[in-house]
């Protein structure tokens, strides 16, 4: 029997023991062994509840505890889980997280303490909740020279732009609409202004590429300023507007090799695998030179998804006690090129008598027109840099708002 313990009975917390519970018989089939939590750390009780017997106020009791081999850790932030999550793996204990926080921070550091102590330090849950896409970047891409990871990392702020273009609400209306139901914590400022989704693909990218991505160096946009008529116009030109989340590698003709990260809105064009990613649902698009396009989709978030990821690195762990699995994530951080030189198309909307102005100005490639905004226009400009860009609209002086265009 292998003896677990968690850290944190809140959602996700409660989550992996209601997993661990229910599916106890099928879980040790898989893992080889019994699977059996012996404590749940909180600072609450919760009378009532038969996780009470297993739960413990004091770290120490699970850190000197021999018998514990794995820790799951599921406090979120990054203190004390950091501190909690060093010492469970210098007592020689695998750890199994949801922290996409603490792992976008010290992700490639515990990797390394793990392997130095040949435990394992597991983290499927810190992307896309239940989506499996951290072990197949890990073990079933590793043939793959991977150019782009985009995705749709944040339920709450698809299920808002969802709202907005099914139902024409604006930004505010489908936040409450998204705070009703759960989707929406009390302070959403993580997830509308892209915090949540940058973690994400820092991790995802750091796994990608093979070097350490820092979060803090992504430049990151939210959703706050997404109007009804940019979602009108987008769906005018057949065309939905994501958060996305994108890492791509851009390789010059010299050989030489350009990384670049962002966080932002961006139109998707109607047939692409993400234009149909809707709801609280996620996805994660991935490109490699061989396999060519593929895209992981479910449930994102929410107690049992997220839960289930944990489980299965739980199992994992304790497949593979006394041996580390090895993560191809250094420590030496990525360089990450400058947006500004990023080439794509742009999105903008512009007074209707300054169509045919800002048509030659941008080269546009595409105008479009909505009877229920007569007074505006929308372009899709050509291929630019994001510099140039910039600097055209400032010359222009009148474009309402833009947006960039995924391609």
């Given amino acids: 029997m292998v003896n677990i313990a968690v850290l944190g009975y809140g959602t996700v917390g409660s989550g992996v023991v209601r997993v661990l519970t229910t599916n106890q018989e099928k879980i040790d089939k898989k893992a080889g062994v019994p699977v059996r939590i012996k404590y749940v750390l909180d600072l ?20 000197n505890d021999p018998e514990i081999k794995v820790v799951v850790e599921v ?75 985009s995705g749709i990392l944040n339920g709450t702020t698809n299920y808002i732009l969802s709202e907005m273009t099914e139902k024409g609400s604006d930004f ?17 400022e993580a997830d509308v202004e892209g915090y949540d989704a940058c973690r994400k693909i820092a991790i995802l990218s750091s796994l990608a590429f093979g070097k ?35 890492a791509y590698k851009d390789v010059k003709e010299d050989g030489t090799e350009d990384y670049y990260a962002m966080v932002a809105p961006f139109l998707v064009r109607h ?5 149909n990613v809707n709801g609280v649902f996620n996805a994660v698009f991935i490109h490699g030179n061989m396999l060519g396009d593929t895209m992981f989709y479910g449930s994102g978030a929410g107690s049992t998804p997220t839960a289930s990821a944990v489980v299965a690195d739980v199992v994992d762990a304790v497949r593979h006690l006394n041996r580390s699995l090895y993560v191809f994530w250094d420590q030496d951080e990525l360089t990450l090129s400058d947006n500004g030189s990023h080439v794509r198309p742009f999105f903008i909307r512009v007074p209707a008598e300054k169509k045919e102005e800002a048509a030659k100005l941008f080269n546009a490639e595409k105008t479009v027109e909505s009877s229920d905004i007569p007074s505006e226009a929308a372009l899709i400009t050509a291929f630019m840099q994001e510099n140039e860009f910039r600097k055209k609209c400032e010359e222009a002086g009148y474009v309402i708002s833009s947006i960039r265009v995924n391609v």
Avoid at 44 to 63: A, C, M, S, T, W
Avoid at 172 to 188: S, V
């Fill in 212 to 246: 350490t991505v820092k979060y803090s160096k992504i430049h990151t946009e939210g959703i706050t300023k997404i109007t009804p008529e940019d979602i009108t116009f987008a769906k005018e030109a057949d065309m939905a507007i994501k958060l996305l989340a994108s």
């Fill in 75 to 149: 406090m979120g932030g990054l203190k004390p889980a950091y501190d909690f999550t060093k010492a469970a793996i210098m007592a020689g204990k695998s750890v199994c997280t949801s922290n996409k926080e603490l792992v976008a921070e010290y992700g490639s550091e515990l990797l390394e303490l793990a392997r130095e102590k040949n435990v394992n330090y597991m983290f499927e849950a810190s992307c896309g909740g239940g989506i499996p896409v951290i072990r197949p970047l890990n073990s079933s891409l590793t043939a793959e020279d991977i150019d782009e990871v």
């Fill in 172 to 188: 505010n209306d489908a936040l409450k609409e998204a705070k009703a139901l759960g989707y929406a914590e009390r302070n959403p």
């Fill in 271 to 275: 047939g692409h695998p993400l234009y």
């Fill in 44 to 63: 609450r009780d919760f009378p009532g509840d038969p996780v009470q017997e297993k739960i413990v106020h004091d770290y120490n009791v699970i850190l």
